[in-house]
């Protein structure tokens, strides 16, 4: 009896130590990287309801944002543990995909856009960036880690 118990409290440590080190570990809340993701959806917004207007006239702040949106990407990037903020940084400037980065590439091929093809882009566009800032903002706190550790 008692070496069944020994067996069953082994393998329960077993299977808990095997779940955690399997688990894929994220990084924790960072207030720069949530900031950074608030601030560039509204300003990228904001940017995308003149692509009705011709691009010429918004090249110098199409290229600031693009500019931003890498810095954002690269922060990411560099951070451990945030591969998956990194991948989502990677789609939303990608000028091949269909969001925020393939827009602006599409604007700038086409000159300028029409307001529906606009309107559901930034759509689009919102929803990723509230992917973003959602799997930020769900982040363990730096404070909270803490009290997990001890």
């Known amino acids: 009896m008692m070496r069944n118990r020994?067996?069953?409290v082994l393998s329960l440590a077993l299977v808990t130590y095997a779940a955690v080190s399997c688990a894929p570990s994220i990084a924790l809340f960072n207030e720069r990287a949530y900031d950074q993701a608030t601030t560039l959806k509204v300003e990228a917004l904001a940017l995308m309801e003149k692509a009705t207007e011709p691009?010429?006239?918004?090249?110098?702040?199409?290229?600031a944002l693009q500019i931003?949106?890498?810095?954002?990407?690269?922060?990411?990037?560099?951070?451990?543990?945030n591969e998956l903020s990194a991948r989502q940084w990677e789609v939303?400037?990608?000028?091949?995909?269909?969001?925020?980065?393939?827009?602006?590439?599409?604007w700038r091929q086409q000159g300028s856009l029409g307001a529906a093809f606009v309107?559901?882009?930034?759509?689009l566009v919102a929803d990723a960036?509230?992917?973003i800032i959602g799997l930020e903002s769900g982040k363990i706190r730096p404070a909270?880690?803490?009290l997990?550790?001890?």
């Open 6 to 8: 020994f067996r069953a």
């Open 55 to 63: 691009f010429a006239d918004h090249e110098e702040a199409v290229e």
């Open 68 to 81: 931003k949106v890498d810095a954002a990407f690269e922060y990411a990037r560099g951070r451990p543990k």
């Open 92 to 106: 939303m400037r990608d000028p091949e995909r269909n969001l925020l980065g393939g827009f602006l590439s599409r």
């Open 119 to 123: 309107t559901e882009a930034a759509r």
């Open 129 to 131: 960036f509230d992917q």
């Open 144 to 146: 909270d880690a803490n």
């Open 148 to 150: 997990i550790g001890e």
